[in-house]
């Protein structure tokens, strides 16, 4: 597990990371590295030799505050979990936006940074572990689910459409569609807008009044029955990323 820390007050920052050393202290192959990041754009440049699982951003960046240094990490990596740290409650909605997992007010109180890292050990154990295999002409294939971006239904066929841009299409199915994926229902980043598709809420751009538009540029029709449940759904997926307001 990687961890990145921003913060361009040097105190602050070293601090941050002095409470981190301390959670992991006796958690022995927990964390493989933690590193700090005085600016924005230090940890851009980083970012291009390698990824990180965990960001404590502050939002008060000079040159590119935190928020759009958050868009920036979840285009590029929809599994990454960031925490934004300051003083400021102005950005706390914004936060939403980039799928924040929690906002914590400065000064960073030990036990709930404690909290945080715990239930973010809890999550990251958990997309870990969330593979399922599909059976395919060519044979069996795993994928971890939390690189699925749609499932569509496509004459009797299950179509898994991965966030790389590949296609894995299953052999007919059997049974019904929601049968085939009642998988899919049971996980809390899935949403089903409509009879044919299940959709991965992490790479959700908009939701409208008709259709779901995904990173990729994908529209995802929203069927009238279902748009209420749908955006309900949505709306408690994203605050489920356990602001603190």
Known sequence: MRIAICDDNIENLSELRGYIEEYFTGKAGKVSEICSFGSAKELLREIQKKRFDIYFLDVVIPELNGMELGRI????DQRAVIV????????????????????????????KLSDTMDRILHLLEKMGSSKICVRTKE????????????VENISRCTVYTMKDGTCIT??????????SVSFLSREAGFVQPHKSYFVNMHFIRTFGPKSISLDDGTQIAVSRKRFADTKKTYLEFLAAGGQVL
């Open 139 to 150: 044979g069996l294939v795993n994928i971890d689910m939390a690189d699925i971006m749609y």
């Open 170 to 179: 299953s052999v007919c199915n059997r049974t019904s569609f929601e049968k």
């Open 73 to 76: 990490i979840r285009s590029e």
């Open 84 to 111: 934004y740290i300051t003083v400021s409650r102005e950005f706390a909605f914004e936060a939403f936006g980039v799928q924040a997992f929690q906002y914590l007010q400065k000064p960073v109180d030990r036990a």
